[in-house]
T-cell receptor
Framework: DAGVIQSPRHEVTEMGQEVTLRCKPI?????LFWYRQTMMRGLELLIY????????DSGMPEDRFSAKMPNASFSTLKIQPSEPRDSAVYFC?????????????FGSGTRLTVV | AQSVSQHNHHVILSEAASLELGCNYS??????LFWYVQYPGQHLQLLLK??????LVKGIKGFEAEFIKSKFSFNLRKPSVQWSDTAEYFC???????????FGPGTRLSVLP
């Protein structure tokens, strides 16, 4: 089992550019979560999907952020245009039944730096 | 709304000292409780979890946690810490039939050699 795979591991971009983060969940997991981690705000849930359908996107900071899950094995988080305050580590996590005992499996994260 | 608080922002200990990290949550129903650990530069990994049964649960690397329902607490303990335990520790709560976690703000543990 390869775990949750995120790419890229690091991204440095200039303000105003579009950034796309990618996530491949564990096969068979039907929940996928996107989190943002910063020193100031800790772990924030941005959005989560169940069976490829967005269930709760109330954590998405603003219209510059969008997420898609076109199929069970792939999700993207896009920021357009990017701003320096978007600099953070973005984690993707997947699960079967989060409310049960399984918990989440996290990816290694994408460290985004917007200059 | 659910919330999770962790008592300490940063804990500094010497090797072999005992550790207890506090976690309290607010939620009226049945919950499942987790502790995650994040080593420097790495992603979150599951340390231990509680969902029913014995309120004292044992996890990896000698960690354990006790669920005290009356206090809405799920404190993490380790009798003797090692330098390699230096990491950030997150308590997380999810309703038993819920779909997403609420994470605490994290406690940074620094263990001095």
């Amino acid at each position: 089992d390869a775990g949750v795979i995120q790419s890229p591991r690091h991204e440095v971009t200039e303000m105003g550019q579009e950034v796309t983060l990618r996530c491949k969940p564990i096969s068979g997991h039907d929940y996928l979560f996107w989190y943002r981690q910063t020193m100031m705000r800790g772990l924030e849930l941005l959005i989560y999907f169940n069976n490829n359908v967005p269930i709760d996107d109330s954590g998405m900071p603003e219209d510059r952020f969008s997420a898609k899950m076109p199929n069970a094995s792939f999700s993207t988080l896009k920021i357009q245009p990017s701003e320096p305050r978007d600099s953070a580590v973005y984690f993707c996590a997947s699960s079967t039944r989060p409310g049960a005992s399984y918990g989440y499996t996290f990816g290694s994260g994408t460290r985004l730096t917007v200059v | 709304a659910q919330s999770v608080s962790q008592h300490n922002h940063h804990v500094i200990l010497s090797e072999a000292a005992s550790l207890e990290l506090g976690c309290n949550y607010s939620y009226g129903g049945t919950v499942n409780l987790f502790w995650y650990v994040q080593y420097p530069g790495q992603h979150l990994q599951l340390l231990l979890k509680y969902f029913s049964g014995d309120p004292l649960v044992k996890g990896i690397k000698g960690f354990e946690a006790e669920f005290i329902k009356s206090k809405f607490s799920f404190n993490l303990r380790k009798p003797s810490v090692q330098w390699s335990d230096t990491a950030e520790y997150f308590c997380a709560v999810i309703p038993s039939y819920g779909q997403n976690f609420v994470f605490g703000p994290g406690t940074r543990l620094s263990v001095l050699p």
